[in-house]
């Protein structure tokens, strides 16, 4: 009998949750080193995945989301569902017009990019007393919040902080506020006090994320004497209506959320971070949004005052633009539903090693590569013996097919040091036989262009004849990337 109660260890990963039963150096499942982290397993979690059972005796719980209903029964329109503006008018775009009621939202980025800046400006613009809104910090004292929170100009009636990391002392503190926004900085410093483990690891994130998730979702607590949550007690139930939580959750060198990946599955939405936190520009990118696009993007300035919308991207990308410089052009990409004006740089110089450096920065290197290759087989341009850098200005990422005509041109004009004229835009697909292939929106595309003062803009043939010229404005269309460096360059 002893041997039955007696407690067991598994070696569970890091960074994708493999279970191994004795320690490893390096992970089976993802080869990653010294990732393997010992966690005692225990008869009952009080979190999530591996709460325990209810006793026989134990009367049963009715819980708000049970019991199966008609999908034609459901309304999906009511008050409580309906989405809340933060106030900041960048974030609604990303989030799809606002913040969902009930629902969970993790937010990642590098350190110092501005993550509890933009906790605190929601809380400046949401809370009030009919919408109170709780500050979680596990990594900041309440006076440290208070100084940042006067800086940014932060004086709601609403607002209310709270310097914790143990699950339960916020539960308590969520019982007694009834907060509509729970603001929880970060996941990783949270803490279960039933688990030996370290906050930050595996089953710490995961079963703190299980537990705001299943007070967000079902607005169900059990409290016991104790004043521990047990899933079998019935005593003194008290409920949560429709909490959004939000997780700011750390990330690793690579860029990816620290902890388990499930972390990412339990959530509605997760919004990335991205920028360098040396530059004022950042950018919020939604990669994932159970309750709208995930092309969006929300473009900010961060200043004394916080971080501050960019209602006009395409300026704020142009702006420092080098005049009559060779390997710069302009080129448009859609994200989401905005077109975004960006700067395409390259730079080409002779080398006399066997290897040639090859070198992008906010794009997809491997996609450079082909571009490089398809310059010089289909163009005739000898980039062997050349070095070739290729950067995306402002910090941008850009993925999107439509921006290989642009990286081709900008190669060309360094190659042959003859810059491309200014006011042209350049934009298409260009597959591996050097044909120019059609872009969407090409009609969004070329208005933005106009509106911004360009005067003509490169576009792939099939997209010419289907798209209103702006007045003073002239399209080129060009079937292959030879007719198209033959008409710019």
């Given at each position: 009998m002893k041997s039955l109660m007696k407690k067991k260890s598994l070696y569970i990963c890091n960074q994708c949750t493999h279970e191994q039963a004795k320690w490893l150096g390096r992970c089976p499942s993802c080869n990653q080193y010294n990732t393997l982290e010992e966690v005692e397993i225990t008869a009952a979690l009080p979190g999530g995945a591996g709460a325990a059972k209810k006793s026989a005796g134990a009367k049963t719980v009715k819980s708000a989301r049970s019991g199966a209903r008609l999908l034609s029964e459901i309304s999906a329109g009511s008050e409580d569902f309906l989405r809340k503006k933060t106030g900041i008018s960048e974030l609604d775009r990303v989030l799809g017009g606002g913040i969902v009621a009930g629902s969970m939202l993790?937010?990642?980025?590098?350190?110092?990019?501005?993550k509890s800046t933009l906790l605190l400006q929601m809380c400046k613009e949401m809370a009030r007393e009919d919408f109170r809104v709780l500050y979680v910090s596990g990594e900041e004292s309440a006076a440290q919040i208070k100084m940042r929170a006067e800086r940014l100009g932060v004086d709601a009636a609403g607002c209310y902080l709270l310097a914790e990391t143990d699950i339960y002392a916020i539960r308590d503190a969520?019982?007694?506020?009834?907060?509509?926004?729970?603001?929880?900085?970060s996941i990783q410093t949270m803490r279960l006090s039933d688990l030996t483990s370290l906050p930050g690891s595996v089953t710490q994130v995961r079963e703190c994320a299980a537990f705001f998730t299943t007070l967000a979702k079902d607005g169900e607590i059990r409290q016991t004497e104790s004043g521990r949550r047990n899933a079998s007690d019935n005593t003194d139930v008290q409920r949560m209506t429709n909490m959004s939580c939000v997780l700011v959750g750390h990330v690793t060198k690579e860029g990816a959320f620290a902890g388990p990946r499930v972390l990412e599955h339990m959530v509605d939405t997760v919004l990335y971070f991205e920028g360098d936190d040396r530059n004022t520009a950042r950018m919020i990118r939604a990669v994932k949004n159970r309750f709208g696009s995930t092309h969006e993007i929300g473009v900010f300035e961060m200043g004394e005052r916080g971080l501050a919308g960019i209602e006009d991207p395409s300026a704020y990308m142009l702006a420092g633009r080098p005049a009559g410089s060779a390997g710069s052009v302009v080129t448009c990409s859609m994200e989401g539903t905005r077109p975004l004006l960006t700067e395409v740089q390259a730079l080409t110089a002779y080398t006399n090693f066997g290897t040639p450096r090859r070198t992008g920065t906010g794009m997809d290197y491997n996609r450079m590569v082909m571009l490089m290759a398809v310059l010089e087989k289909r163009a005739g341009y000898k980039l062997q013996n050349f070095d070739a850098y290729?950067?995306?200005a402002g910090g941008?990422?850009?993925d999107e097919p439509a921006a290989d005509a642009a990286v081709i041109a900008a190669l060309a004009s360094c190659y042959k040091e003859k810059p491309i004229h200014a006011k042209i835009m350049v934009t298409g697909e260009v597959g591996l036989a050097g044909e120019l292939r059609a872009i969407s929106r090409p009609e969004i595309r070329v208005a933005e262009a106009a509106r911004h003062g360009f005067s003509a803009c490169v576009l792939p043939a099939a997209n010419k004849k289907n798209v209103a010229v702006p007045e003073g404005f002239r399209i080129l269309g060009a079937a292959n990337i030879g007719e198209m460096l033959g008409a710019i360059l």
């Amino acid at each position: 009998m002893k041997s039955l109660m007696k407690k067991k260890s598994l070696y569970i990963c890091n960074q994708c949750t493999h279970e191994q039963a004795k320690w490893l150096g390096r992970c089976p499942s993802c080869n990653q080193y010294n990732t393997l982290e010992e966690v005692e397993i225990t008869a009952a979690l009080p979190g999530g995945a591996g709460a325990a059972k209810k006793s026989a005796g134990a009367k049963t719980v009715k819980s708000a989301r049970s019991g199966a209903r008609l999908l034609s029964e459901i309304s999906a329109g009511s008050e409580d569902f309906l989405r809340k503006k933060t106030g900041i008018s960048e974030l609604d775009r990303v989030l799809g017009g606002g913040i969902v009621a009930g629902s969970m939202l993790l937010l990642g980025g590098d350190p110092g990019i501005g993550k509890s800046t933009l906790l605190l400006q929601m809380c400046k613009e949401m809370a009030r007393e009919d919408f109170r809104v709780l500050y979680v910090s596990g990594e900041e004292s309440a006076a440290q919040i208070k100084m940042r929170a006067e800086r940014l100009g932060v004086d709601a009636a609403g607002c209310y902080l709270l310097a914790e990391t143990d699950i339960y002392a916020i539960r308590d503190a969520v019982l007694e506020i009834k907060p509509a926004l729970l603001l929880i900085d970060s996941i990783q410093t949270m803490r279960l006090s039933d688990l030996t483990s370290l906050p930050g690891s595996v089953t710490q994130v995961r079963e703190c994320a299980a537990f705001f998730t299943t007070l967000a979702k079902d607005g169900e607590i059990r409290q016991t004497e104790s004043g521990r949550r047990n899933a079998s007690d019935n005593t003194d139930v008290q409920r949560m209506t429709n909490m959004s939580c939000v997780l700011v959750g750390h990330v690793t060198k690579e860029g990816a959320f620290a902890g388990p990946r499930v972390l990412e599955h339990m959530v509605d939405t997760v919004l990335y971070f991205e920028g360098d936190d040396r530059n004022t520009a950042r950018m919020i990118r939604a990669v994932k949004n159970r309750f709208g696009s995930t092309h969006e993007i929300g473009v900010f300035e961060m200043g004394e005052r916080g971080l501050a919308g960019i209602e006009d991207p395409s300026a704020y990308m142009l702006a420092g633009r080098p005049a009559g410089s060779a390997g710069s052009v302009v080129t448009c990409s859609m994200e989401g539903t905005r077109p975004l004006l960006t700067e395409v740089q390259a730079l080409t110089a002779y080398t006399n090693f066997g290897t040639p450096r090859r070198t992008g920065t906010g794009m997809d290197y491997n996609r450079m590569v082909m571009l490089m290759a398809v310059l010089e087989k289909r163009a005739g341009y000898k980039l062997q013996n050349f070095d070739a850098y290729v950067n995306i200005a402002g910090g941008l990422r850009v993925d999107e097919p439509a921006a290989d005509a642009a990286v081709i041109a900008a190669l060309a004009s360094c190659y042959k040091e003859k810059p491309i004229h200014a006011k042209i835009m350049v934009t298409g697909e260009v597959g591996l036989a050097g044909e120019l292939r059609a872009i969407s929106r090409p009609e969004i595309r070329v208005a933005e262009a106009a509106r911004h003062g360009f005067s003509a803009c490169v576009l792939p043939a099939a997209n010419k004849k289907n798209v209103a010229v702006p007045e003073g404005f002239r399209i080129l269309g060009a079937a292959n990337i030879g007719e198209m460096l033959g008409a710019i360059l």
